[in-house]
């Protein structure tokens, strides 16, 4: 593909940027300022792939005027979430096209009769949140695996009682939630935009956030972008010494 973009870039210069930085390895995510644009891309990307026998498949958008010329069998066959919305994934995140928002679930961890270290990481590698927009509920289920990985148990061997009291508490804290939604556009067109960054660390973790701030004629927006965070290495470190670690791994997020 990349290839094909390269050799082809002369007749379908705007779809050849977009097999440039817009594809993950056969998923293509991008946008556009206006219909228009976004027509002028889907349809160039297709006709350069085309020439390489790469049918496209599955087109889907949070505007539907952008698909009016898409066959039917090559848009996206939507899913039905648990509250009645119809929802695609988008490289593993759940989104509503409709709404244009990123949607996470918590409905819930399912509770087996026994309690094992199987179950319990099988129950939070479900936790599927590569923009960290879920960071808080990921850092304490990060902080909960550390101190079960201090057990040293087998994989079907239960914890503690102490520790299975503290992941059931957890459990029915996460049901009380029925799902986060997220915005997917986070800007205001002909807006001032800024990007304020944050940093902090506790004995436990440390982690990193980016806002982004936009402002048009006095009104002003302000989302979260993404975050990350890390549990802090079981060799103690100073709490100094670990607002330090949150610090570079802020610069990292912000450079990226």
Not at 21 to 50: C, P, W
Not at 189 to 197: C, I, S, V
């Amino acid at each position: 593909m990349q290839q094909l973009a390269q050799d082809e870039a002369h007749l379908y210069p705007v779809g050849a940027e977009t097999i440039k930085h817009a594809f993950y390895v056969d998923d293509m995510i991008s946008g556009a300022d206006s219909v228009d644009e976004a027509k002028v891309m889907l349809n160039q990307t297709r006709k350069l792939l085309s020439l390489g026998n790469f049918h496209l498949r599955k087109w889907c958008s949070n505007d539907n005027r952008i698909l009016t010329d898409i066959a039917a069998n090559d848009k996206q066959e939507f899913l039905k979430f648990d509250d009645d919305t119809h929802i695609t994934k988008a490289l593993g995140l759940v989104w509503d096209p409709s709404l244009d928002v990123f949607i996470f679930s918590f409905s819930p961890f399912a509770t087996p009769a026994k309690v094992t270290k199987h179950t319990i990481l099988s129950a939070i590698a479900r936790l599927y949140d590569p923009l960290g927009l879920i960071g808080p509920v990921v850092a304490k289920a990060k902080i909960f695996l550390q101190q079960l990985w201090k057990e040293k148990l087998h994989w079907d061997e239960s914890p503690s009682q102490a520790i299975q009291l503290e992941w059931l508490e957890m459990c029915s804290q996460y049901k009380l939630v029925a799902h986060f939604s997220f915005d997917r556009y986070l800007l205001m067109p002909e807006a001032d935009l800024q990007m304020h960054a944050f940093c902090d660390a506790s004995v436990a973790a440390y982690g990193a956030c980016i806002y982004i701030r936009a402002e048009r004629e006095g009104y002003i927006q302000t989302n979260l972008l993404c975050s990350k965070s890390r549990v802090a290495p079981l060799k103690i470190l100073t709490v100094p010494r670990l607002e330090l670690s949150g610090a570079l791994l802020l610069a990292e997020l912000v450079s990226k």
